[in-house]
T-cell receptor
């Protein structure tokens, strides 16, 4: 049973526009959420996180929104740049920080069109 | 800055071979993890370890074992490699208050 779902395998966005990547979860024990970015032939790199006590966290062009009642989070990238083309993984943890490992979604391949 | 080093970027092995994937971290973190990444399946946890000589099964441990003889080193072992173990293998570590940090991965092909 998939506890973290990214329902869009791919997303194409024009350069300069907003990219919105979505993630849903089913486990109400999850209290810490992260987004990772992955380029081909490299390991995932941490992008941004949010704790369940917040509903928004912002870091430069990246903002993560958390809607606990809907068990939904989203990553907004504004403005989108060519270097943002990558696979984005949503991840969640019930241990507050990943000590037991993270549960990952299947990923969304973001393609930024020039 | 956390450094997680995986000994090989690419490996090609034959079916039935014993395969060792090595991972070393330089941050004195207690927690280390092995994931595999497959297209359309995301990242799946194979095994993790809280401390030396300690191991816990993840979501897909079948066909794998691990070894943690020293704190900085966490090895993934495929006792008898099979073609369905062709994948990208990712080692990761986490410290208190920090997010999971990954190595660059080992692309294993089993023929």
């Amino acid at each position: 049973d998939q506890q973290v779902k990214q329902n869009s395998p791919s997303l194409s966005v024009q350069e300069g526009r907003i990219s919105i990547l979505n993630c849903d979860y089913t486990n109400s024990m999850f209290d810490y959420f992260l987004w990772y970015k992955k380029y081909p032939a490299e390991g995932p790199t941490f992008l941004i996180s949010i704790s369940s006590i917040k509903d928004k966290n912002e870091d430069g062009r990246f903002t993560v929104f958390l809607n606990k009642s809907a068990k939904h989070l989203s990553l907004h990238i504004v403005p989108s740049q060519p270097g943002d083309s990558a696979v984005y993984f949503c991840a969640a943890s019930a241990a507050g920080g990943g000590a037991d490992g993270l549960t990952f979604g299947k990923g969304t391949h973001l393609i930024i069109q020039p | 800055d956390v450094k997680v080093t995986q000994s090989s970027r690419y490996l090609v092995k034959r079916t039935g071979e014993k395969v060792f994937l090595e991972c070393v971290q330089d941050m004195d973190h207690e927690n280390m993890f092995w994931y595999r990444q497959d297209p359309g399946l995301g990242l799946r946890l194979i095994y993790f370890s809280y401390d030396v000589k300690m191991k816990e099964k993840g979501d897909i441990p079948e066909g794998y074992s691990v070894s943690r003889e020293k704190k900085e080193r966490f090895s993934l072992i495929l006792e008898s490699a099979s073609t369905n173990q062709t994948s990208m293998y990712l080692c990761a570590t986490v410290g208190r208050g920090s997010p999971l940090h990954f190595g660059n991965g080992t692309r294993l092909t089993v023929t």
